[in-house]
């Protein structure tokens, strides 16, 4: 249990931290929200995610009171304030207290929140044999709706889908998009490889622009992979030979079969393997090889 936590300016301890029932966050959602994770006390790539943040909050127009630098060193204040040397932050900012109506001009300040944890991870079997995935009947926000570039804090689009998952017996779920395209999945982006060629849709397929996602391509790259960014179907990954996701929490995780077909011999994949090893390193600082 998180000890303090940064809200609207100060450290508070934890079960001082409360936001208002009239705050529009809880209201309609109407925030936006990171998940970054801490390795060996060291925030791992903060910047990359206080930047994402504050691109979600410009879509939305809503203004964080606080500058870049300011975030980053209050981040850094709250992980530090609770120990957390292997944890989670969570940085939120919603748009505040308000009237009971949509009108944003009826708000006071947007509020910043930021929570230093301890994280709850797949199990590690998962890592070991990959995971079975199942396609949601819930397709991904239509851009035009809600773009999922946005990460916003109404992620109802994804906990239906999430449901179908659960409820098939998966940790994830494979959502398409309006297209029938495919574009993520519920909290992690996705990846095949076929014959040496590792192959990602692209942002305009309507997914959230992973951080992780980025991270593993410059990896893949750097490793001498060639890395496309195409519209994919599920056709695509019913005969790849390998299949993973990226994620904060998931990291790099082996898919080994969706809709129950079986996904190349149905075991996490040499490159697959090779970029979860790489990936492991980069956030222990180490060097590549
Ligand atoms: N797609 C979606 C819809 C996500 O929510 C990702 C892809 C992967 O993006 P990153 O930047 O993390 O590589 C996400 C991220 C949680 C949690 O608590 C969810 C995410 C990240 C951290 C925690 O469920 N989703």
């Given at each position: 249990m998180a000890k303090s936590v940064y809200i609207d300016g100060s450290l508070v301890p934890a079960d001082q931290a409360t936001v208002s029932v009239f705050d529009h966050g809880l209201l309609y959602g109407d925030g936006v929200f990171e998940g970054i994770r801490v390795y060996g006390g060291n925030v791992f790539l903060l910047s990359e995610h206080v930047d994402r943040l504050y691109e979600s909050a410009q879509a939305i127009?809503?203004?964080?009171?606080?500058?870049?630098?300011?975030?980053?060193?209050?981040?850094?204040?709250?992980?530090?304030?609770?120990?957390?040397?292997?944890?989670?932050?969570?940085?939120?900012?919603?748009?505040?207290?308000?009237?009971?109506?949509?009108?944003?001009?009826?708000?006071?300040?947007?509020?910043?929140?930021?929570?230093?944890?301890t994280i709850t991870l797949y199990p590690e079997e998962i890592y070991e044999n990959g995971m079975e995935l199942v396609t949601a009947s819930t397709i991904r926000n239509h851009p035009g709706a809600l773009n999922p570039r946005i990460k916003s804090l109404n992620y109802l689009n994804n906990i239906l889908a999430?449901?179908?998952?659960?409820?098939?017996?998966?940790v994830e779920a494979?959502?398409?998009?309006?297209?029938?395209?495919?574009?993520?999945?519920?909290?992690?982006?996705?990846?095949?490889?076929?014959?040496?060629?590792?192959?990602?849709?692209?942002?305009?397929?309507?997914?959230?622009?992973?951080?992780?996602?980025?991270?593993?391509?410059?990896?893949?790259?750097?490793?001498?992979?060639e890395v496309q960014e195409t519209a994919l179907v599920r056709h695509d990954i019913y005969i790849a030979d390998e299949c993973f996701l990226t994620g904060t929490a998931a990291e790099v995780i082996a898919v080994v079969s969706l809709d129950g077909r079986t996904i190349g011999d149905g075991t996490p994949g040499p490159i697959t393997r090779d970029l979860m090893a790489r990936f492991s390193k980069l956030t222990r600082g180490l060097p590549a090889s």
């Open positions: 127009r809503l203004q964080i009171p606080i500058p870049h630098q300011e975030l980053v060193a209050a981040v850094n204040e709250t992980v530090q304030a609770n120990d957390i040397v292997d944890g989670y932050v969570r940085l939120v900012v919603t748009r505040g207290a308000g009237t009971l109506g949509l009108d944003i001009r009826k708000t006071s300040h947007p509020i910043v929140i930021i929570i230093a944890d999430k449901i179908e998952g659960t409820d098939a017996g998966c494979l959502m398409l998009n309006h297209n029938g395209e495919v574009a993520e999945c519920t909290g992690d982006n996705i990846f095949i490889i076929k014959d040496g060629l590792i192959r990602t849709p692209p942002t305009d397929s309507g997914i959230l622009e992973g951080i992780t996602r980025n991270s593993v391509i410059d990896l893949a790259r750097d490793a001498g992979h």
